[in-house]
Structure formats: structure tokens, C-alpha cells
């Protein structure tokens, strides 16, 4: 089993910036792929990012350019770094664990709000 714990979230005015953190715990591998999706409501649930244990990241066009995502110290961490946010990108984030490498996660953090707002 892998626990994930996201933080970071929060309000933040159009155009700021917010960096969420996500900390894997259990069994997690070093060759794990680690990323993150969000859901709005009413929407399905969207990539937006993922990171190999080489380092080899992969983005969603709606968030290229503005979203950054990178390994932390450890292999179990990963860090989303938001700028030039906009109200369409409030949402719930969730980070993912992909252990079998097949593109698809296999565990999910409880998620973490993110608000977009004057």
C-alpha cells in the first residue's frame, strides 16, 4: 500500500502563484512514476503532470507554460509549482502514485483545494 499526503493548497488571486507538495509513504519504489490530475466541478477528473524516476516529465497542454513539476529531495516527493493561475483552474488536485508504469495511477492523496479568485 502507498499513503499520499498533498498540502499547499489554498486561495489565491488570477495571476498569483501557489507550489502544492505531495509526500508518498508505504510501499513506494524509486522507479515509480509520481504526477498530478485535478477535478472541477461537474468535470471529469484531468491530468496535468507526471515525473519518472529519471526525471521525465509530461504535461497537459492546458497547464504547459505555467505548471512545473519536480522531484523534491527524496524520490517520494513530488512539488507542483502554479503560476499564472486562473479561475478555470479551481479545482481539487490530486497527486498519483503510477507503481506499474502502465500510465494510469494506482493510488491517489485525499486532495487538496485550490481557489482561484479576485
Known amino acids: 500500500q502507498v499513503q499520499l499526503v498533498e498540502s499547499g493548497g489554498g486561495l489565491v488571486q488570477p495571476g498569483g502563484s501557489l507550489r502544492l507538495s505531495c509526500a508518498a509513504s508505504?510501499?513506494?519504489?524509486?522507479?515509480?512514476?509520481m504526477g498530478w490530475y485535478r477535478q472541477a466541478p461537474g468535470k471529469q477528473r484531468e491530468f496535468l503532470a507526471s515525473?519518472?524516476?529519471?526525471?521525465?516529465?509530461k504535461y497537459a497542454d492546458s497547464v504547459k507554460g505555467r505548471f512545473t513539476i519536480s522531484s523534491v529531495n527524496a524520490k517520494n516527493r513530488v512539488a507542483l509549482q502554479m503560476n499564472s493561475l486562473k479561475p478555470e483552474d479551481t479545482a481539487v488536485y490530486y497527486c498519483?502514485?503510477?507503481?506499474?508504469?502502465?500510465?494510469?495511477?494506482?493510488?491517489w492523496g485525499q486532495g487538496t483545494q485550490v481557489t482561484v479568485s479576485s
Open positions: 498519483y502514485v503510477d507503481s506499474f508504469l502502465d500510465g494510469t495511477p494506482d493510488y
Open positions: 515525473i519518472t524516476s529519471g526525471g521525465r516529465t
Open positions: 508505504g510501499s513506494i519504489f524509486s522507479f515509480d512514476t
